[in-house]
Structures are given as structure tokens and as C-alpha cells.
């Protein structure tokens, strides 16, 4: 079975909801465990890594948590699939990057999903729709239990779980948000919201484009400190955080409504306008575009727009999802001609947005 | 993360750069830090680390004797110097004594608070048993109650 028809069809994954998730789009706790013994992944040889990935994945395989679950070696998966998985946000650009001696092990629900050879021997993700953070952290915590006995993890009590990094050291916990800001940024307070951040010690990111841009105004929000804290402390610290960067995505909304309603239902208006009727558009263009469009949703401007199928949208527009849809390799002009093509038919039973009276 | 100067190496240092009103994020690579005057504090503010009371570490680095590698896995403090990353767990024995210096700088913490494997906790849990049963049994002893000390002494044996 390859990777596609493992997966649940974009369609299938965009219904999944969860608490807040008109701003939060996902929530991620990430493990990071070494074994004792062996170099880690970057310093190792190939025949080590290989070794590791023997350990670990039939390790991982066993666990009931997991099943239905689909397993390869990074090796094994061709371009497209690696891209398709990072586009899925279930692993990271660098992990698609590897090759042998690396592996990967996803469920079916989309919920755990293991790195075997990342940065670390481990790195085991649970990931939940909306804001579900205590949630993801019981689940990994579980699989975490679940592979102790099985595994001899890198630990003293002291320093606590062994990282390649040091800045992971300790809990070698990651928890993070993806969050869409649209309100935050169209008021011009998301630079505000960013440095408050970094001042909790929070990183914030976009999560699309390069360096500071935030393209879709897609923004990860991440803890950066691993040590000294509990991995409760730690989710209680980034939780508050992020239930004020809510509050204020609310009430940037709300105040745009009632001080820049104009201006608001103009971007929406031209975004709809440019996706509905475009014959060729980037996928840059396309994400800032369905970000005023999943707005304009939400703000009651649609009367047939569900969440869904803008975040379907979304995901069908990335280069890899839109190749995938076709037999042929296509080129950038190409693919910005389907992309728009898709989204004309998509959008062709979407009446255009009405301003409230 | 690649430095957003030279967009080659990876980046080390992480700064908010104010320029006129506005802050802008700044990831840079060691040698570009050094080049763009980040020693100064005086253009840069809020370090990213949460170090905004403290000065700019020049060289976050474990202290061990120049040359030295990891028995275990042969990595040097040079190797770590170039990448900001270890060869093995052990590499955290051999490089250790600078390395508080460093975690300071990253963590709220230097000592680990989390998460214990079951095993060990487990393991911690049945020593601490042992010296208790142990203390007991050589109050017995002195004692002169034997019947307890036997007693005792098969159920430290059991434990071990
Ligand atoms: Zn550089
Ligand atoms: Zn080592």
C-alpha cells in the first residue's frame, strides 16, 4: 500500500474539528528520544543508522496505539510522497530530506506519527484538530510509556532525556499551535502579539513562505524552553498564551467589523473575486487569498462556505497535493494554470460574499 | 534554520532587531553575528532567549579541554562548535563541565523537573526501600532481636 491510499482523502481530513479551530487549526506535542549507545542520527554512520532504525521501528510497529498505521523507510518513498507528508504537516522538511537508515510511522487518523532518524533517533508527534494540547501530551505521554520497556532511552536524572541538541534537553518536549491570524494581521497588531510572545519565551513562526513572511497568515507558536520546567508546567505556561492570542484574534475581528467593515469586506469581496475566476494563480497568491476567504466564512459573509472546504482547499492547492492529482509532471506555469482551474470549479456553486445590511 | 544573512549556515543566534519603531526577527549564523557588531549590545535589544537582562554570550560552549572527544563516539569540541549539536549521549559526560554556563542561557532550568521512566523511578523507589530495611536491620542486630533481623534480612533479599 503506498502512502496515498493509506491516507484519508484531503476531503475526509479537512471535516476533522476541534475546539477553537475557527483560529486554531491544529495543536502538536512532539517526544524527542535518543537510545543509549548509539551516535546520534547527524554524527552517525549509515550502517548505525540503520541499526537504530532495526530497533526502533518494529518497536513502534507493535504498539496498538498506532494501528491502523502505515510504516516505511524514508528511503522508500519517492519525492512526492515525502512533500505530500510535509504538506500534511505530519513530518518535517528535514525529515523528508533523508534517506536510508531513516523511517517514518503515521496512523491512519492522522493522530501519532513517528520520525525515526530526525534530528533524534525519535521523534514521536500526536497531533489533534483545534486546540487540544492536554490532549495531544496524554496521547504521546501514552506512547512514550508504551515504548519505555522496549527501548533503552538516553536519560540521568539530572539532565533528564539526552537530545542531540541541547536545546531540547530534558523533557525534549515540543508543544505547539498553528494558528490562523487574519484579524491580528489585517489590524496591524500581529508584530504586538509576536514580541509578547518571544517575551514568554515563545517562538512564533509563519508557518508558509520564507524568513519572516506568513503566508495564509498561518503562524506556529512553540515553547523553546525544555528544561528546569515540567512537561505540565510547560503545557499550562503555553496554554494561557495561547488562549490570550485567541482572545485577541477575536477581538481584533470584532473590531474590524465595527471600525473598518469597508475595508474588511473589500479584501474578502476581491479575494473571492481573484480565486473564483483566476486562470492561473501561485500558490502564494492562493494561500493569502483562501486566508480572506476562510475569513470572510467565519465573519457570516458566505451563506455556503463551510470551514472545510477552504482548509481543502488549502491543502489541494500545495504543489505536491496538486501534482498528486496528476499523472504527468508538471512545470510551475502548469501547475499555477490547474491550480486555478480547481479552484474556478470548486468555487462555482459558492455564491459570491454579501456584505451585512 | 538558515542564517538570514549569508543563507548558508545554519542559525545560532536568534535576536529581535529594532529598526526606528518597529522589531523585526533576526536569525544569524556565528561568523555573521560577529561581522553585523552583535557583541554590541547597544543595536540589538531582547535577545530571544530570555536573556534581555543579561549580556549577548559570545560563545555558548561546554568547556573541556581543547581536543578532547567522546570515548564513546569520537566527537571533539570542535565538531560541536561547528554544528551546536552532540555525537551521543555520552558526549553530555564529556563535555559536561562548561555545560550549565550554556544551558542557563537556553533553559528556565538546569536541573530536569519532567517526565522519570517508569523503570527507573521504579528502581528509585525500591533502593530508598533497601536503606530503610537496611537501617532497621542493624538497629535489630545491635539490638540482639534476631528473629526481626532474619526477617529483615529476607526481605532486603527478596527486593535485591
Ligand atoms: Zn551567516
Ligand atoms: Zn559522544
Redesign the interface.
Known amino acids: 500500500m503506498t502512502i496515498h491510499e493509506f491516507l484519508v482523502p484531503p476531503a475526509v481530513a479537512c471535516q476533522r474539528a476541534g475546539p477553537h479551530d475557527q483560529i486554531v487549526m491544529s495543536s502538536r506535542v512532539r517526544l524527542a528520544r535518543n537510545l543509549k549507545k548509539h551516535p546520534f542520527p547527524s554524527w552517525a554512520k549509515k550502517p548505525d543508522r540503520l541499526r537504530v532504525l532495526e530497533a526502533i521501528q518494529p518497536a513502534v510497529e507493535t504498539l496498538p496505539q498506532l494501528a491502523p498505521h502505515f510504516a516505511a523507510a524514508m528511503d522508500d518513498l519517492t519525492p512526492l510522497d515525502k512533500q505530500i507528508l510535509v504538506e500534511r504537516h505530519l513530518i518535517s522538511r528535514e525529515h523528508a530530506a533523508k534517506g536510508a537508515g531513516s523511517g517514518l510511522v503515521v496512523n491512519q487518523e492522522e493522530t501519532l506519527c513517528v520520525m525515526i532518524n530526525e534530528e533524534d533517533h525519535l521523534r514521536m508527534q500526536a497531533l489533534r484538530p483545534g486546540l487540544q494540547i492536554k490532549a495531544c501530551w496524554q496521547a504521546i505521554d501514552d506512547l512514550d510509556s508504551a515504548l519505555e520497556p522496549k527501548l533503552d532511552f538516553a536519560f540521568t536524572p539530572e539532565l533528564g532525556y539526552l537530545t542531540a541538541c541541547p536545546t531540547n534537553l530534558g523533557t525534549g518536549i515540543r508543544v505547539s499551535a498553528m494558528l490562523h491570524l487574519p484579524g491580528l494581521v489585517l489590524a496591524e497588531e500581529i508584530t504586538r502579539i509576536i514580541n509578547a510572545a518571544n517575551k514568554l519565551n515563545f517562538a512564533v513562526r509563519g508557518l508558509y513562505g520564507e524568513g519572516t513572511e506568513a503566508l495564509g497568515n498561518v503562524f506556529q507558536v512553540s515553547n523553546q524552553m525544555t528544561l528546569g520546567e515540567s512537561e505540565p508546567q510547560i503545557i499550562e505556561r503555553i496554554s494561557k498564551a495561547l488562549n490570550q492570542i485567541i482572545e485577541e484574534e477575536e477581538n481584533a475581528r470584532l473590531l474590524l467589523m465595527e471600525k473598518k467593515s469597508k475595508i474588511v469586506f473589500n479584501h474578502i469581496g476581491r479575494a473571492y473575486g481573484v480565486l473564483a475566476n483566476a486562470h492561473t494563480i501561485t500558490s502564494k497568491e492562493t494561500m493569502n487569498l483562501l486566508s480572506l476567504l476562510r475569513l470572510g466564512g467565519e465573519l457570516g459573509l458566505f451563506t455556503k462556505l463551510d470551514r472545510s472546504l477552504t482548509d481543502e482547499m488549502f491543502l489541494l492547492t500545495q504543489p505536491a497535493h496538486l501534482q498528486q492529482q496528476h499523472t504527468e509532471k508538471l512545470g510551475a506555469e502548469e501547475r499555477d494554470i490547474l491550480r486555478a482551474t480547481m479552484l474556478r470549479t470548486r468555487l462555482r456553486d459558492i455564491p459570491r460574499p454579501q456584505a451585512p445590511e | 534554520m538558515l542564517c ?1 544573512a549569508c543563507k548558508q549556515n545554519e542559525a545560532k543566534v536568534h535576536l ?1 532587531k529594532i529598526v526606528g519603531d ?4 533576526v536569525d544569524l549564523c556565528e561568523d555573521c553575528s560577529k561581522d553585523k557588531g552583535v557583541d554590541d549590545p547597544t543595536s540589538y535589544s ?1 535577545l ?3 536573556l ?1 537582562a543579561e549580556p549577548v554570550p559570545s560563545e555558548p560552549e561546554p568547556a573541556a579541554e581543547p581536543g578532547a572527544k567522546c570515548p ?2 569520537g ?1 571533539s569540541q570542535a ?1 560541536f562548535k561547528k ?7 555520552e558526549c ?1 559526560d564529556t563535555f559536561g563541565e562548561g ?1 550549565v554556563v ?2 542557563k542561557t ?15 523511578h521504579q528502581s528509585r523507589v525500591e533502593a530508598q526501600k533497601v536503606k530503610l530495611l537496611q537501617k532497621r536491620l542493624d538497629k535489630a542486630i545491635t539490638e540482639e532481636n534476631f528473629e526481626e533481623a532474619a526477617q529483615l534480612r529476607d526481605e532486603i533479599k527478596r527486593l535485591k
Open positions: 538570514n529581535t518597529k522589531m523585526q526577527k531582547d530571544l532567549m530570555g534581555s564513546a563516539c566527537y565538531d554544528a551546536g549539536r552532540f555525537g551521543c549521549s553530555y555545560l550554556m544551558l537556553m533553559h528556565k532550568g538546569t536541573r530536569h523537573t519532567g517526565k522519570v521512566p517508569a523503570a527507573l
